[in-house]
C-alpha cells in the first residue's frame, strides 16, 4: 500500500493496480446504459419535462453521480491526479486556443478564461435593496482580484462582470 507522499510525488507511479479503476468504470458504465434505458422509457411515456422530474430518472442522475466522484475518488486515490470527468465539452479542445481568442499582449503565448459565478439574491426584508447593485460590487472585486493577480505574478488582459451568464470578451457591451 502507498503512502499519500508517494500517490501525490512529483515522481513518476509506476506499478499502479488498475484492477480497482476499470472496477469504477464499469459500474459507472453499467449505470449509464441503464440510465439511457430508463429515460427511453420514461420518454416514450411522458413528455420531456415531465421526464425530467420523473423519480427514476433522478435516482439514476444521482446514481451516476455517486459512482462518477466514486472513480474520481479510485484515480486520485491511486494516481494521485485529480481527473476532470464531468465537464461537458462540445467543441474539440485543439479547436479552442484561447490565445487566437484575444489580443494578447507581446510574448504572451499562453492564456485561458476563468469564470466565478454567483446565485446573488436579494434580502426580501429590504425593499429599497435590488439586484441591480450587484454589478457594481462585482466590479469593485475584480479591481481587487486583477491587483492581487498581478501581485502574484499574472498578467490578466481582461475582465468583465456580467449578469445571467459568463461575460463575453471584446464586446462592445462588456462593463470593463
Known amino acids: 500500500m502507498s503512502t499519500e507522499h508517494e500517490t501525490h510525488s ?11 479503476l476499470h472496477a469504477a468504470v464499469d459500474a459507472l458504465a ?4 441503464e440510465y ?3 429515460a427511453v422509457g420514461v420518454r416514450a411515456e411522458f413528455g420531456a419535462a415531465e421526464s425530467d422530474e420523473d423519480p427514476r430518472i433522478l435516482a439514476l442522475e444521482n446514481r451516476v453521480g ?4 466514486g472513480l474520481f475518488d479510485a484515480l486520485h486515490g491511486t494516481l494521485g491526479m485529480h481527473p476532470d470527468l464531468t465537464s461537458s465539452v462540445w467543441e474539440p479542445w485543439e479547436a479552442h486556443d484561447p490565445a487566437d481568442d484575444h489580443d ?3 510574448g504572451v503565448e499562453q ?28 466590479d469593485e472585486v475584480g479591481d481587487e482580484a486583477t491587483a492581487r493577480f498581478a501581485d502574484a505574478g499574472y498578467e490578466v488582459v481582461e475582465w468583465a462582470t ?3 451568464g459568463p461575460p463575453g470578451f471584446d464586446d462592445e457591451d462588456d462593463d470593463e
Not at 512529483?10 to 480497482?20: F, Q
Not at 453499467?30 to 446504459?33: G, I, K, P, Q, T
Not at 455517486?66 to 466522484?69: D, I, K, P, V
Open 104 to 106: 494578447l499582449p507581446d
Open 36 to 38: 439511457v434505458d430508463t
Open 162 to 164: 456580467s449578469r445571467g
Open 66 to 69: 455517486q459512482l462518477n466522484a
Open 30 to 33: 453499467a449505470a449509464l446504459h
Open 111 to 138: 492564456a485561458d478564461v476563468f469564470y466565478v459565478g454567483f446565485l446573488v439574491a436579494a434580502p426580501p426584508h429590504d425593499a429599497d435593496m435590488t439586484l441591480d447593485g450587484m454589478i457594481d460590487l462585482l
Open 10 to 20: 512529483a515522481e513518476p507511479r509506476p506499478g499502479a493496480d488498475p484492477v480497482p
